[in-house]
């Protein structure tokens, strides 16, 4: 991959699918480019979105979990070899400490599938549902150490539907998280 003058390295957490991690892939290798994905580590040795990254030739990792102690100490030392300007977390399914946040010292951004700040945590799509609510969405925001609490970056709202189920929501915001999850880090990064 092509490497400039002001181009960015990130490096991407995950847990499983990876969808966004394929869509910021897709994002990465487009001409003048900010950002190169220079790596990419799962708490999960099996996640499938490793692939992606094996795929594309980027340097990926998966950390046995143990415990997370265990997990940060090690994606710690992989990190601190890299020349890293930001951390995205995409689909990353543990909670990062304020330890490891001060540790690694640079920026972490992550996708949460919520309006948020409505629906924090886990099971987003059912409690917009059971809520009745008309509209959800996706939403960008910088990690600090309180849940899914930091600084939004983007958001973007899609209407629920009478019809809609959990999985049908689920593609509807997976969309919206592909889409909006690269401007923010160019967003961000351009602010840098
Ligand atoms: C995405 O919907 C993401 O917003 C969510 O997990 C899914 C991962 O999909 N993340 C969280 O809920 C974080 N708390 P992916 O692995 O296909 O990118």
Redesign the pocket.
């Known amino acids: 991959m092509e490497n400039y003058p002001g181009r960015k390295n990130i490096a991407i957490f995950?847990?499983?699918?990876?969808?966004?991690?394929k869509s910021l892939i897709r994002n990465s290798k487009q001409k003048n480019s900010l950002f190169k994905i220079s790596l990419v580590i799962s708490n999960n040795p099996e996640a499938v979105?490793l692939k992606y990254a094996t795929k594309s030739k980027i340097k990926n990792y998966g950390i046995k979990y143990i415990n997370n102690s265990y997990f940060e100490k090690e994606s710690l030392k992989i990190l601190k070899k890299y020349d890293l300007d930001l951390l995205c977390?995409?689909?990353?399914?543990k909670i990062l400490s304020g330890n490891f946040i001060k540790n690694f010292s640079k920026p972490i951004l992550?996708?949460?599938?919520s309006l948020l700040p409505k629906y924090k945590?886990?099971n987003?799509h059912l409690r917009a549902i059971k809520n009745k609510d008309k509209f959800t969405g996706?939403t960008i925001h910088k990690v600090n150490e309180k849940l899914?609490s930091g600084k939004i970056i983007l958001q973007k709202k899609v209407r629920i539907s009478k019809k809609d189920d959990v999985k049908s929501l689920?593609k509807k915001?997976?969309k919206i998280?592909h889409e909006i999850y690269p401007k923010a880090i160019i967003k961000f990064l351009s602010n840098l």
């Open positions: 995950i847990s499983g699918r990876g969808s966004n991690l979105g977390l995409a689909g990353f399914m992550n996708v949460h599938p945590g886990l987003t996706a899914d689920e915001v997976l998280e």
